[in-house]
């Protein structure tokens, strides 16, 4: 039996395992590393993974789902979810408890479903390579993922068959992967730059002790905006040629959206990129309209300047939550695809003073951290069991009072696992039920952060308004999961309850989809 790390990503998904005290990237058949986090549907209930599932997004966009980590753990309602949901070809609709469930042209599924589905292809890829049974796995999730971005992804594991050992946060896998059995004190900072989002997070490492010090980020900058960026460039290259913006047809967009990207990868590794994109519109005779263009990587790295500066203020905003220069910082670890463009790397350089560790590979860093991890909580071989993991709440969490404001309980930044309680009043006279309603964000004003859930508390003593106190306590563990506990400190009279989250599979919901999953999910069984 073995145990694995998987680096659950919004592009791409990695594997790796500890195996003889080395850690081994596992590959698909083919012998590649690197799994598109796709699974496309047909009618008859069939599936198609990873790489294949890629192919698909052409032929039949409808049903073929990438980017489900942008839906994750969140409320159909959400607006992160309206606004990936309107970009996306496939259909996410509302289902029970106002969960974005994704409609299959067999049935729908929920979102935990679908990356199960990708974990339970990534465990299968594994269990192929390795020869053996995968059990148990260490997930990584983003350091500002909420409870119940977590909790899902936990659901995902157990659906794909697997006992979750850890949800573990990519910054601080990473760190893990560059600095454990070192025996090494020095202060790191991971700077994550993927796809769609940025973040950065500050750790101090003294032997096999990971402390962050401090995270944050931004979900909406990645390297899919640089794509739109360059996009913008070819899109006038093709205006000047043939005086039509090709922006405004949407296949010609989708087109010259994926040159785009071709061309900025080509750009990292050579200062020119020149060629014709053929079909990229149609003229008004209906004859196909070309593009030539030729860019070098100067033009290319205006175009991004602004996104690349925009991760450095995020930089220093972090640096001064942990109280820190630039110049303070030891290390900068590089994470990501976006990281391999040479002005991204250029700028954290000059930033930091400081050239950043570009030897460890910046897509397959986090799986690596993670399969350590899972071998770590394992026992398995070279596994160094002192290795402790200080994470801190990557948002501030509190609950609703009177006047539409918000009450903080935990802050940010705050090591875990914590335990913090507050004493809160009853807000009317002969109050005999509170609604304690949970959410995440720094802002004063309830509204303006994200609700979380809600926790009821009844039968207290009807009493004047103010008489009656309650007392809220926050418990969140290593996993970064929350419970929360309320209670009449007088009477003793109280509840513990994982708050009722928004959004969120049922426990028997998650036990359906896991047995359905054992019978069809994975078949055919990838090639291995
Ligand atoms: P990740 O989310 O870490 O898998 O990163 C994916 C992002 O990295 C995408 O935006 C890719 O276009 C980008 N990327 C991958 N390889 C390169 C490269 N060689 N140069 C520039 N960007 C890259």
Redesign the pocket.
């Known amino acids: 039996m073995a145990v694995v790390g998987i680096d659950l990503?919004?592009?791409?998904s990695v594997v790796a395992t500890v195996n003889g005290g080395e850690v081994v990237v596992i590959p698909d058949a083919q012998g590649r590393r690197l799994h598109p986090s796709v699974v496309s549907f047909a009618a008859d209930g069939t599936k198609t993974y990873s790489h294949e599932a890629v192919a698909r997004r052409i032929v039949d966009p409808a049903y073929t789902v990438y980017s489900a980590k942008r839906l994750i753990g969140q409320p159909f309602r959400a607006d992160e979810v309206k606004m990936a949901a309107s970009r996306f070809p496939y259909r996410v609709e509302e289902g029970n408890n106002e969960q974005a469930v994704f409609v299959g042209p067999d049935r729908a599924y929920t979102i935990p479903e679908i990356s199960g589905l990708m974990l339970a292809y990534l465990k299968q890829c594994a269990e192929g390579f390795l020869n053996e049974a995968v059990t148990g796995a260490v997930i990584t999730v983003p350091a500002n993922f909420n409870d119940a971005q977590r909790r899902a992804t936990m659901d995902a594991g157990r659906i794909a068959g697997l006992d979750v050992m850890r949800v573990l946060n990519e910054p601080t896998a990473a760190a893990l992967a560059y600095g454990a059995g070192q025996n090494m004190s020095q202060r790191i900072a991971v700077y994550d730059f993927?796809?769609g989002t940025f973040d950065v997070t500050i750790l101090q490492v003294e032997g096999e002790v990971f402390e962050v010090l401090a995270t944050g980020g931004d979900t909406f900058l990645?390297?899919?905006d640089a794509d739109t960026m360059l996009l913008n460039v070819l899109a006038e290259l093709f205006m000047t040629q043939h005086k039509i913006d090709p922006r405004q047809d949407p296949s010609s967009r989708a087109r010259l959206l994926l040159a785009a990207?071709q061309i900025?990868?080509h750009l990292?590794d050579r200062t020119e990129a020149k060629g014709e994109l053929k079909n990229i519109g149609v003229g008004p005779q209906g004859e196909p309209l070309n593009l030539r263009f030729q860019i070098d990587r100067t033009l290319f790295e205006q175009s991004i300047s602004t996104l690349v500066a925009r991760t450095l203020r995020t930089c220093d905003e972090v640096l001064s939550a942990a109280a820190l220069l630039p110049s303070q910082v030891d290390e900068v670890i590089m994470v990501?695809?976006?990281t391999?463009?040479p002005l991204v790397r250029a700028e954290v350089q000059r930033h930091f003073g400081r050239a950043p560790r570009i030897d460890l590979n910046p897509?397959e860093v986090v799986s690596t951290g993670a399969a350590i991890q899972a071998n770590n909580l394992a026992g398995g071989a070279g596994a160094s069991e002192t290795a402790v993991l200080l994470d801190v709440t990557p948002r501030a969490l509190g609950i609703a009072v009177a006047g539409g404001f918000a009450e903080p309980i935990v802050d940010r930044n705050v090591q875990v696992p914590v335990e913090q309680t507050r004493i809160f009043s009853t807000s009317a006279d002969n109050q005999t039920v509170v609604r304690i309603q949970v959410c995440q964000g720094e802002s004063r004003r309830f509204s303006e952060n994200t609700p979380l859930g809600e926790l009821e508390l009844s039968d207290l003593p009807p009493a004047r308004r103010g008489e009656v106190k309650i007392e809220v306590t926050f418990r969140i563990d290593t996993n970064g999961i929350l419970r929360v506990r309320a209670r009449d400190p007088n009477s003793g009279l109280g509840k513990e309850a994982a708050v009722n989250i928004r959004g969120q599979m049922s426990d028997s919901e998650v036990d359906a989809a896991a047995a359905k999953i054992d019978a069809t999910a994975v078949e055919p069984a990838p090639r291995l």
């Open positions: 990503g919004t592009t791409n993927g796809g990645g390297g899919d990207e900025k990868r990292s990501g695809g976006s391999r463009i897509d």
